[in-house]
């Protein structure tokens, strides 16, 4: 792999926010990282972190907010050195751009005017070392949500820029996939020599391979800034109170209730997921119980997404049948699939994978009421639902902004709010605990450890093994 230029970053008193959005995303930062650091950026939910990764890569357009002070890569606008800095956002559906595996990453060598035969290199070598082992005709839409996060990061590396910008480039996959990207991330930044600037809420899986640790504060500011040891040593306990996954100081979880009885809700019958009529993994006969959290686990593209699609009555089976109790059903009929979305309302909630998938207005709060307005419910009812959620998910101070211009962890926030507002007996989840820090993670498990205390049943399709050691009551691990 061949050494790129590494590029430099300089920020003096910099803010920025978003033309609907009434506080600043960040407001007076100062920093400057050489050429060739890498640094892990830190800060709890809401923090700006996103919003700093952007503009680095010079897609933050002033003409969508306001500026104030400067921030410079390589003594430029960002803008000026697009095609040296390397971004891989948080919601990788957003970066996929073609329809085959091979043709995406190497659009990017493309546009820089690689030539065609070290395109291809690079294309096999990228990929390699990011772990995603299909075929380069692969369509692209039949990845994995796991697997197109790392055919984003293969696109990027594949351009060797000088820059490398990682906003939670491990949050959808599983264990050893975070270890397999983090570590491809590492090697080229050791034989390109690139600057590296990576986001991520859990501190210990980039803490021993960078240079520096920063964390940003959610009123403006840095609050820490040094070697990652001394940065733990010195200010572990204040971070860790701030929403920073401190390994020392791990967030609270919920004390359980002792349960009553149990009744059948959900029974999955010899059932067979897939897309169309592609299968994905052996047929499974599952028993969805009230009062009961159950953890769906496995590598990517084992089709644990679509199997909690089909569980949640969106997603026919490739054979077999999702059947409904008599008391989840109440006169809907027994086959979930069926059923109108408002009769899904009450029944089966689901929070997919990608939050913006359902996004349908223009606020926070009128967000919050498309469900309880769909059942007709009283205006105090829907007015004491949504404040109560507003509060519980920290998005209070967010009534008001466009659902879009959230960070990924609100997004992820509002996105099960929704769901909670309909309070239906069975609440499907597809990694719930994405972009939170410690404290959203605490509420967010504490939220859902009451609702299955309290009789409904939580199906979560997780990753995150501390979430699924504290909430699950079994697991279904996927192959």
Do not use: Y
């Not at 959808?172 to 990207?181: M, R, S």
């Not at 980039?206 to 733990?232: K, N």
């Amino acid at each position: 792999m061949s050494p790129t230029t590494p590029v430099g970053v300089t920020v003096a008193g910099w803010g920025w926010r978003h033309s609907s959005r009434l506080a600043w995303a960040v407001r007076g930062l100062d920093l400057r990282i050489e050429p060739g650091e890498r640094v892990l950026l830190l800060g709890e939910s809401g923090a700006g972190k996103s919003t700093f990764l952007h503009a680095l890569a010079g897609v933050v357009g002033d003409d969508e907010g306001e500026t104030e002070g400067s921030l410079l890569v390589a003594g430029e606008h960002p803008a000026a050195h697009r095609g040296r800095t390397g971004l891989v956002i948080q919601d990788p559906d957003s970066q996929v751009i073609l329809e085959r595996v091979g043709d995406d990453v190497a659009f990017g060598c493309e546009n820089l005017g690689v030539p065609r035969d070290e395109i291809w290199i690079r294309v096999r070598d990228s990929l390699a070392s990011v772990g995603l082992e299909v075929a380069l005709d692969r369509n692209t839409s039949a990845l994995s949500g796991g697997q197109k996060q790392r055919l984003a990061l293969a696109g990027v590396l594949a351009m060797r820029p000088g820059l490398i910008v990682l906003d939670e480039p491990t949050a959808n996959l599983d264990p050893a996939g975070v270890t397999e990207v983090r570590d491809a991330v590492i090697r080229v930044a050791e034989a390109t020599g690139a600057t590296i600037v990576v986001v991520e809420h859990r501190v210990s899986v980039w803490s021993d391979v960078v240079d520096r640790i920063v964390v940003l504060a959610a009123g403006g500011g840095v609050i820490a800034d040094g070697a990652p040891a001394d940065v733990l040593a010195r200010q572990g306990k204040e971070l860790a109170a701030r929403g920073v996954w401190i390994p020392q100081f791990p967030p609270p979880r919920p004390v359980r209730a002792v349960r009553g009885p149990q009744h059948a809700l959900l029974s999955a019958q010899q059932l067979t997921v897939g897309r169309g009529k592609e299968a994905l993994g052996a047929p499974l006969d599952l028993q969805i119980m009230s009062s009961h959290a159950l953890a769906i686990t496995g590598p990517n593209g084992a089709g644990k997404s679509t199997l909690a699609l089909t569980l949640g009555g969106l997603l026919s089976s490739v054979s077999g049948a999702v059947v409904a109790s008599p008391a989840l059903a109440n006169g809907a009929g027994e086959h979930p699939i069926r059923w109108k979305s408002r009769e899904l309302l009450t029944r089966i909630g689901t929070v997919f994978q990608d939050p913006e998938h359902q996004l349908l207005t223009s606020t926070v709060r009128a967000e919050l009421e498309v469900g309880p307005r769909a059942l007709k419910l009283p205006e105090s009812e829907v007015d004491a639902r949504v404040d109560e959620l507003l509060t519980r998910l920290r998005l209070d101070r967010l009534a008001d902004a466009n659902p879009f211009t959230l960070s990924g962890g609100e997004k992820r926030r509002l996105s099960v709010a929704t769901a909670l507002a309909t309070r239906p007996q069975v609440l499907v989840l597809d990694e719930p605990t994405f972009g939170q820090d410690s404290r959203t993670w605490s509420e967010l498990l504490a939220l859902l450890a009451r609702l299955v205390d309290d009789g409904s049943s939580v199906i979560a399709v997780s990753h995150d093994l501390d979430f699924v050691d504290a909430l699950a009551d079994s697991t279904v691990v996927l192959e």
